[in-house]
C-alpha cells in the first residue's frame, strides 16, 4: 500500500526555490549586469539586476564555468571561444525549469520556457564586468559580438587593475626590490622563514618580550606579535606583514644576530643571518618603512572598489583621490611629516 505524501509536503527543494526565485528576478529584470571572475579554470558568474519593487535591486550568482580543457579538441580551440560556447550553456541550464516527481513538465513547455528566458536574458544584458586578464577581456568582446546583442559597456575591475598598477613599481626599483627580495621573494628570504620555522617563531617572541622589558628606550610595539603570516602572490598579503618588519627592526636584528652568531646552526644558515643583519642599515630601514607606508595607502584605497557593492560613478573621483594622496606623501614626501605638524 502507498500512501499520499501529506499536503504539506513542499513539490520542490529549497535548491529548486531559490533557482525559480533567480529566473523570476532575471525575468522581471529591465537592466542585466554580469560580472566573471576566473580561479583556476573556474569562472564564477555573478548577476546583479534591477526589480520592479523593493529592494529594487537583486544579485547572485549565475553559475560556475569549468575552462579545463579535459577533450583533446579543446586543445585546437581558443579560449575565447570556449568560454563563449561554455556561457551559452550555463544560461540554458539556469533557464531550464525544474520537475519534481508530482508535476512532470511537457518537453514543448520546457524548450519554449528555456528559449523565452534566455532570450530575454541576453536581450537585457547591458553591461559586462571582468578583471583585468587579457583573455578575459578578449572573451567577453567575442560574446558581446556573437551572443550578447544590447551590451553597452565593458568594465574592468579597478581593485584588479590597481593592484597590479601599485605591486610591480617598487619590485622594480633598485633599492625597494632589494628590500622586496631580502624579506620576502627569494629562497631563505627572512619573512618566510621565520613564519615556516616555529622556533625562529618561538625565539622572536622571546626576543620581543625581553625588549619589552627596558625602560626609557623607544617601544613602538607594545604587545608581542605571534606571528607573519603572508601570502607572496598577493599584494593586500604583503602589506601588513611588511608594516610589521618595519615596527620589528629590533627584535629582528636581535634574532639574526642570535642566528649568526649560534654555532649550533649550520653555516650556510649563519652566513645568510649576518650577511641580512649587515643590509640593515639605515638606508635599507628607511626603504622598508617607505614600502610599509606604500602598502598601507595604497591597500586603503583598494578596500574602496575591493567590495560586493561599489557606485561606479564614484570610481573617477576616488581615483583622482588616490593619485593625489600618492603624489603628496611619496613625491612631496608628506610621509615624514608628523601629525601635528602644521598644514
Known amino acids: 500500500m502507498i500512501r499520499r505524501p501529506p499536503r504539506s509536503t513542499p513539490l520542490y527543494s529549497s535548491a529548486a526555490s531559490d533557482v525559480y526565485k533567480r529566473q523570476e528576478q532575471l525575468w522581471r529584470a529591465t537592466h542585466i549586469g554580469l560580472s566573471m571572475d576566473e580561479r583556476r579554470y573556474l569562472k564564477v558568474v555573478r548577476y546583479r539586476c534591477d526589480a520592479p519593487t523593493k529592494p529594487f535591486v537583486h544579485r547572485g550568482v549565475l553559475g560556475v564555468l569549468s575552462l579545463e580543457k579535459s577533450a583533446l579538441g579543446d586543445f585546437e580551440e581558443d579560449h575565447a571561444v570556449i568560454a563563449v560556447r561554455k556561457m551559452d550553456l550555463i544560461l540554458k541550464r539556469c533557464c531550464t525549469p525544474l520537475a519534481s516527481k508530482r508535476r512532470p513538465l511537457a ?121 607573519l603570516r603572508f601570502a607572496k602572490q598577493r599584494f593586500d598579503s604583503v602589506a601588513d606583514p611588511m608594516a610589521k618588519v618595519a615596527f620589528m627592526l629590533l627584535p629582528l636584528g636581535t634574532l639574526l644576530a642570535s642566528i649568526g652568531s649560534d654555532e649550533r646552526h649550520k653555516p650556510d644558515m649563519r652566513a645568510r643571518a649576518l650577511k641580512l643583519l649587515k643590509k640593515l642599515d639605515s638606508k635599507f630601514a628607511l626603504a622598508i618603512g617607505l614600502s610599509a607606508e606604500w602598502g598601507i595607502v595604497t591597500q586603503a584605497s583598494l578596500r574602496l572598489f575591493d567590495k560586493t557593492s561599489h557606485d561606479i560613478a564614484k570610481t573617477h573621483a576616488e581615483i583622482d583621490a588616490f593619485k593625489t594622496a600618492l603624489r603628496v606623501l611619496f613625491e612631496e614626501g608628506g610621509v615624514f611629516y608628523r601629525r601635528d605638524s602644521p598644514g
Open 107 to 227: 518537453t514543448e513547455f520546457l524548450h519554449t520556457f528555456t528559449q523565452t528566458l534566455k532570450e530575454h536574458i541576453l536581450k537585457r544584458t547591458r553591461s559586462f564586468a571582468v578583471d583585468g586578464a587579457v583573455k578575459e577581456r578578449r572573451a567577453l568582446e567575442y560574446a558581446v559580438g556573437t551572443i550578447f546583442p544590447n551590451v553597452v559597456m565593458l568594465v574592468r575591475d579597478a581593485a584588479h587593475a590597481l593592484r597590479v598598477a601599485v605591486k610591480h613599481p617598487l619590485h622594480h626599483d633598485d633599492v625597494f626590490g632589494d628590500v622586496w627580495d631580502s624579506l620576502f621573494n627569494v629562497r631563505h628570504a627572512l619573512v618566510p622563514d621565520v613564519m615556516n620555522s616555529q622556533k625562529w617563531q618561538d625565539l622572536l617572541q622571546h626576543i620581543q618580550a625581553d625588549l619589552l622589558k627596558i625602560a626609557g628606550e623607544s617601544q613602538p610595539l607594545q604587545v608581542v606579535l605571534k606571528h
